[in-house]
């Protein structure tokens, strides 16, 4: 039995709001918020000082996911815990329609290796691989299952790909029955012809992954998309968008009234494709898809989150070793599993990069990294805020505390950290999932089988 918790005078942040106030948790609840909350029988938190953020949710991550001939390292344990360290209390994972399998298939798989391991929250968008009748009453199904959203790769050629006839027969769907379809814009054919180029003339190292997949690709695809979905009528999520060329795409398409969201990758602000240009085959963790850009991307991508033109920062999340993973690839840029770790590291990163370098504002950084992806993905009114009947998904920050990131101190399985030695001032010092304290400091006190599927509301953004 959880006891009542009262959080004293911590500065509250909403992604509308800062005030001082305390907070009253009953049992997994937010019960009140309020100045000089009177209560009995509550342990006393001292949040003086300190910053009370509601919970990241992170939309896009991959945990225990078979991919490029392995698994990601992370599953929902390790995972979580990374994830808890980091202040995320609530994610949503892909769940993978299997070959010649159907929708419910991908979720009863993915249900099974988050059952028991589970410390935060989490949800599920099942990603289509191949559309046939069957499959399209399925998307129908999905709300019925708490599962509200969809995704489907541009890219990807001959393993997830698929075509626009599928695009735009799920768009129809999804507008019918109150799913958002997410696509991973890359035009995954010219992509193809390019990578066999490179090989062709001998060209093996990471940095050829990047070479291989100009912006050009992903503004194309964006733009596709995003015609499919107008004229479908459907909204339309584009997640890790990277580059002016597609940045454009969507706040044109924002511009005529459309329902396009956009969600850039804490990464694409940190790291340019020079990063995979290192010696001894180090660029392969930077090799995920699709690829680091240029400074102005960089640029490109801040004044968009600055702006409200992309909507959700996440981490796509997809860790793969250096040793024995990504080392699959040595030989062959093409065999890199592509994706990078980075599911603790967003809330500090962000914080950093994005409010003590002045991009945008603390309140931005709660909308950016909780109450957006709560509103898009159907959690709204119970996730992603800080007010009575909300969850108690909480994190006391600490925004005095300076922290150097390294392997060393991040708690992820894998074993590497594209930010190793970035310092940060600001951590969670505390984390609350559902009113149960599972970081305390360095102190880990979850228990696996405690996180629990959120069943999320159909979109009506
Ligand atoms: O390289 C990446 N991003 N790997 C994960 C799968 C995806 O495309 O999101
Ligand atoms: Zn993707
Ligand atoms: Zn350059
Ligand atoms: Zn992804």
């Known amino acids: 039995e959880k006891m009542k918790t009262i959080i004293r005078n911590p500065t509250i942040v909403t992604a509308s709001d800062t005030f001082i106030a305390d907070v009253l948790i009953d049992n997994e609840t937010i019960s009140a918020v309020g100045v000089e909350l009177d209560v009995r029988d509550a342990t006393i938190v001292d949040g003086e000082g300190k910053y009370l953020l509601p919970g990241g949710i992170d939309v896009h991550t991959h945990l225990d996911m078979p991919f490029g001939g392995t698994k990601t390292c992370d599953d929902f344990y390790t995972g979580h815990v990374a994830a808890a360290f980091g202040g995320t209390t609530t994610h949503i994972d892909f769940a993978i329609q299997p070959k010649g399998g159907g929708l419910k298939d991908a979720l009863n798989i993915w249900h099974e290796k988050a059952r028991d391991k589970a410390v935060i929250d989490y949800g599920f968008h099942v990603i289509v691989t191949e559309l046939n009748d069957q499959v399209l009453a399925e998307i129908a199904e999905l709300p019925a299952q708490g599962v509200t959203s969809i995704k489907m790769f541009m890219a990807y050629k ?52 990047a070479l291989s997949r100009p912006a050009k690709l992903e503004g194309e695809a964006t733009g596709r998309a995003i015609a499919l979905a107008e004229v479908a009528g459907s909204p339309l999520f584009i997640v890790h968008m990277t580059c002016e060329e597609s940045l454009g795409q969507l706040r044109a398409a924002q511009d005529r009234g459309a329902k396009i969201y ?39 991508i801040w004044k968009a989150l600055r702006n409200g033109t992309l909507s959700v920062v996440s981490t796509d999340h997809c860790a793969f070793k250096f040793d024995g993973q990504k080392s699959l690839g040595r030989d062959d840029f093409s065999k890199i599993p592509n ?16 409010v003590n370098d002045n991009r945008f504002s603390l309140n931005q950084l709660v909308a950016l990294t909780a109450t957006n992806p709560a509103r898009l ?14 969850d108690a998904d909480l994190v006391l920050w600490d925004f005095k505390a300076h922290a150097t990131l390294s392997k060393e101190n991040l708690h992820s399985a894998v074993d590497y950290t594209l930010y190793e030695g970035h310092v940060v001032k600001g951590v969670p010092q505390k984390v609350w999932v559902r009113g149960e304290l599972v970081v305390d400091g360095e102190t880990f006190l979850g228990q696996p089988g405690n996180g629990k599927f959120q069943p999320r509301k159909v979109f009506e953004v």
């Not at 994706?339 to 994005?354: C, L």
Request: aromatic share 10%; hydrophobic share 35%; with cysteine.
């Open 158 to 209: 001959g393993i997830l790909q698929v075509d626009d006839d599928t695009l735009f027969k799920a768009f129809e769907m999804c507008r019918d029955v109150g799913v958002l379809p997410m696509v991973h814009a890359e035009n995954g054919c010219a992509i193809d012809v390019l990578v066999k180029h490179e090989l062709a003339k001998g060209h093996s190292d990471p940095i050829y992954h």
């Open 262 to 300: 956009g969600e850039s990758c804490t990464h694409y602000m940190f790291f340019t494709l020079h990063d995979l240009d290192r010696p001894d085959f180090e660029g392969a963790k930077w090799v995920c898809s699709p690829p680091f850009r240029e400074k102005k991307d960089q640029e490109a």
């Open 339 to 354: 994706g990078v770790p980075g599911i603790e590291e967003r809330m500090m990163v962000m914080h950093q990069g994005g």
């Open 377 to 390: 993905f159907g959690l709204e009114g119970r996730k992603g805020s800080i007010a009575a009947g909300y």
